[in-house]
């Protein structure tokens, strides 16, 4: 297994530029989670997805849509970045985290740069 | 809102020591908690999780105590090793309702082992 998966690695955008961030899973997860980290900073939850179809905001979603139309795949977009936006951005997947431990996997990151 | 505090910032010791690094959390309403490794440039790999009901969780040279009335947790390292050079995060996720999937995450420990 490939566990999740992220891609770009790195990628630099210019100030109003719009990008997408791919992430995908093959551990048949049913919960996944778009995490930034920045420098010196705990991670904080962006949006999160219970399922194919369903995804809901969580602590900072300002400035990002997602959308998970299969169970694989759940992209980040950013329609207009902005310096405050650069940041290492984390993808997580876990199985059903109520019958389960909430164990999360997470893939590598991207990291992005707004200048 | 819960907020996670990680104490120190920063650790460097000898190799073969034995260490603690600590965690506390502002409210003890949580569903579990969870330590997680951090490698430069990589994702997050979890280490132990806690329910809430546990006091404590082992894995080889790891152990992690959970005193949720007291919000706090550590995690002990024993006999540590150049290889545990890496920072350490801890996350609660909280109890019940929306939002119970939103790990809160501390900003970390960086340990360094020194050979």
């Known amino acids: 297994n490939a566990g999740v998966t992220q891609t770009p690695k790195f990628r630099i955008l210019k100030i109003g530029q719009s990008m997408t961030l791919q992430c995908t899973q093959d551990?048949?997860?049913?919960?996944m989670y778009w995490y930034r980290q920045d420098p010196g900073m705990g991670l904080k939850l962006i949006y999160y997805s219970v399922g194919a179809g369903i995804t809901d905001k969580g602590e900072v979603p300002n400035g990002y849509n997602v959308s998970r139309s299969t169970t694989e795949d759940f992209p980040l977009r950013l329609e207009l970045a902005a310096p405050s936006q650069t940041s290492v951005y984390f993808c997580?997947?876990?199985?059903?985290?109520?019958?389960?431990?909430?164990?999360?996997?997470f893939g590598p990151g991207t990291r992005l740069t707004v200048l | 809102k819960q907020e996670v505090t990680q104490i120190p910032a920063a650790l460097s010791v000898p190799e073969g020591e034995n260490l603690v690094l600590n965690c506390s959390f502002t409210d003890s309403a949580i569903y579990n908690l969870q330590w997680f490794r951090q490698d430069p440039g990589k994702g997050l790999t979890s280490l132990l999780l806690?329910?809430?009901?546990?006091r404590e969780q082992t894995s080889g040279r790891l152990n992690a105590s959970l005193d949720k009335s007291s919000g706090r947790s550590t995690l002990y390292i024993a006999a540590s090793q150049p290889g545990d050079s890496a920072t350490y995060l801890c996350a609660v996720s909280p109890s019940g309702g929306a939002g119970s999937y939103q790990l809160t995450f501390g900003k970390g420990t960086k340990l360094s082992v020194i050979p």
């Open positions: 551990m048949n997860h049913n919960y």
């Open positions: 997580a997947s876990s199985y059903s985290p109520r019958t389960n431990p909430d164990t999360q996997y």
């Open positions: 806690i329910q809430s009901s546990q």
